[in-house]
């Protein structure tokens, strides 16, 4: 303390203040903080009109933490990691962590990470899981090293079975779901555990059993390999050790690449460490839920002689770091799924009547701008790098990330600021007809896409005696509360050469007011400024703006066995606008873009709409006579949220 007092300036000296030397160095603390994450690959250019361009950062987010330690604890030449999806849903938000996590390590290690679909499950895979999830590791700016498949071992995985069943570490079980659950302690696994009678049945026997299997006698749920771990072991508190199955029979076992070659299939449990052995895994990595599957992960390699203990020893290495997840919303894909196509309940009334309620679906698919899906967000408009950084900022570490969503809109909202034009969108537009503008004084002017300039370029802007203005901005009766447009009162209209003051307005058979008249107010300063569109170029446009889909935080702790969810989904989730208007520079923005997306960040148009929100043009319902757009996030934090 006495040190730090002699670096204090005398009072005389011309220097910084002692509270300007505070804020300095919080400035540099601050700065120093936020280099130390890169998970980001190469940065891509914004949307056009394109920003100027910052200094790289330097990628220290893998030398420091969880990640440098995870990769001391193999130090190996060649990283090799892999992301494993199974090709069952679209990804989440959740998964961009697991994304940027396994592609970042091997790059800032100069390695390579492969995708590998984890496609042991035919009942549930389709196509177009396959397809979009590599586009949206594509979308988010990584390239796979290569792809590869878990069926591509298809006979490998089952070799390698047969092989742990001669040496004695597996057995063919008949027992039922209800029966595997008791002798693994029952409903809370705290009883007693016992073995199963086939546990010690002699080794020919669950061989010809497996292949019986493997051949089409049993039916699904009629016959499993387990793994013979130890389930007996009093001291062995871990369930992944509790002789977990291998194989199972799949009914539906028609395969996308195997066609109808199998009638079982293999678990994730026995596939996935033995599938990183397969291609040579240096580092697997995945989510602390999977902290007590490191035990059983080891024990098959080690069973068959692909891994041997230690950080030098041969075989892949499994490491857990914290998930993310986001409050407020629904992860899940089975609850995902509820929304998206609806369900069907059945309930007893009060007179023990059960009726039959059907619950449609709550939004319009997986990519609705509502989810917290990848391809949902994409469609929002939300960057793929500002996704990135955010991600970036949260760190990496084995501890569970549960962050709040106007978390994220604050860092999406950060990005934006720095990256997007700004346009003039009215939402509810009543007309303003300026009656003392002569032909002559209409004007065309200039106005930069971003008024601090740190975007480049501009567009013009046609200012007529007709213009739009938003609803919300005109009063029939003033109030000293209310600084905008009301009767016998000026209000400015953004970079126009005069303010006008309102004389009188007309309404419809409803009351609802449909016109203002207007004359110029060139010499009074008024105390707001609001944005306009000219009538004579608007573009028409249906925005969307979106709340939370849910009244409650806690979604997940909804009853959804019986459809209560239902009575808890925000109606004003998205709010409509369907005669809004936009001035005609969106017309420059859409020029060199499709309304298609193509997997990159840059195809989709967004901009920040003056005193209103950060907007993107909708890629799917759009048209070129109909243009639709989607509220990406609000101008700043709602405080009623």
């Known amino acids: 303390m006495a040190d730090s007092a002699k670096t204090d300036p005398p009072a005389d000296e011309k220097g910084p203040s002692k509270r300007a030397l505070e804020k300095a160095k919080k400035k540099a603390e601050k700065a120093a903080k936020k280099a130390e994450y890169a998970i980001r690959p190469k940065e891509s250019g914004p949307s056009t009109p394109a920003t100027s361009s910052e200094p790289a950062k330097p990628a220290n987010v893998f030398a420091q933490g969880w990640l440098k330690q995870t990769y001391e604890d193999k130090a190996v030449e060649k990283v090799r990691t892999r992301f494993p999806p199974e090709p069952n849903g679209f990804l989440h938000i959740g998964h961009c962590k697991a994304i940027a996590v396994n592609f970042g390590f091997a ?32 979308w988010l700016g990584f390239e796979p090293y290569q792809i590869t498949y878990s069926s591509d071992h298809f006979d490998e995985l089952y070799e390698l079975a047969e092989k742990l069943i001669q040496n004695d570490k597996a057995y063919v079980c008949h027992c039922s779901r209800e029966e595997v659950n008791l002798q693994r302690g029952g409903p809370d696994n705290r009883g007693q555990r016992y073995a199963c009678k086939h546990r010690t049945r002699p080794v020919e026997e669950s061989l010809a059993e497996f292949r019986a299997m493997r051949d089409g006698k049993y039916k699904a749920g009629e016959a499993y390999l387990r793994m013979k771990q130890s389930l007996t072991d009093p001291n062995e508190g871990n369930p992944q050790m509790w002789d977990l199955p291998a194989y199972r ?3 539906k076992n028609h395969h996308h690449r195997s066609g109808d070659r199998w009638k079982i299939y293999p678990t994730y449990d026995f596939t996935h460490c033995l599938c990183d052995a397969f291609e040579d895994i240096s580092h697997s990595m995945c989510t602390t839920e999977f902290q007590q599957s490191r035990v059983s992960y080891d024990w098959l390699l080690e069973q068959l002689d692909m891994k041997t203990p230690g950080s030098d020893a041969k075989g892949p290495m499994q490491r857990e770091y914290g998930r993310l997840n986001v409050g407020g919303t629904i992860l ?3 609850r995902i799924l509820t929304l998206v196509e609806g369900t069907t309940v059945e309930k ?16 319009r698919g997986w990519d609705d701008p509502r989810l917290y899906t990848l391809v949902a967000l994409r469609r929002r408009g939300i960057p793929a790098q500002a996704l990135l950084k955010f991600v970036e900022e949260l760190g990496v570490s084995n501890a569970l990330t549960e962050i709040e969503p106007v978390r994220l809109d604050s860092s999406i909202r950060k990005y934006l600021e720095r990256t997007v034009p700004r346009q003039m969108l009215v939402l509810d537009p009543i007309k303003i007809v300026i009656e003392d503008m002569t032909p002559e004084e209409e004007a065309e002017f200039d106005v930069p896409y971003d008024p601090k300039g740190t975007i480049e370029g501009g567009r013009k802007v046609k200012f007529g005696r007709e213009v739009y203005i938003d609803r919300t901005d005109f009063r029939e009766e003033d ?23 309102a004389t009188s ?42 709340n939370s889909l ?28 369907e005669h809004a208007v936009i001035e005609r520079g969106l017309k420059d923005l859409l020029k060199d873009r499709s309304l298609n ?9 967004r901009f920040q709409a003056l005193r209103t929100a950060y907007f993107c043009v909708d890629v799917v319902d759009s048209r070129d006579d109909r243009i639709v757009l989607n509220q990406i996030v609000t101008l700043r934090e709602d405080k009623a949220k």
């Open 107 to 138: 790059k800032f290690r100069d390695g390579i990470c492969f995708l590998r679909y984890d496609d042991t499950n035919p009942e549930k895979e389709e196509e177009i899981y396959f397809k979009s999830i590599l586009d949206i590791i594509r």
């Open 479 to 501: 109030s000293a509360d209310f600084f905008r447009l009301a009767p016998n009162k000026a209000v400015g209209l953004y970079n126009a050469p005069f303010p006008v003051r």
């Open 550 to 577: 849910f009244k409650t935080e806690s979604p997940n702790t909804l009853d959804w066995k019986t459809g209560g969810y239902a009575d808890d989904l925000n109606p004003n989730s998205e709010i409509i606008f």
């Open 249 to 251: 029979v799949i009914e």
């Open 348 to 363: 007893k009334n009060a007179d023990g009547i059960v009726e039959t309620k059907v619950i449609p679906p709550a939004v």
């Open 597 to 605: 997306p193509s997997g990159s960040s840059d195809d989709l148009v």
């Open 505 to 546: 307005f007309s309404k419809d058979e409803s009351g609802k007011v449909t016109e203002i008249k207007a004359v110029k107010a060139p010499g009074e300063k008024p105390k707001a400024y609001i944005q306009w569109v000219d009538v004579a170029t608007a573009i028409p446009v249906v925005a969307r703006q979106y």
């Open 332 to 334: 899940s894909k089975r």
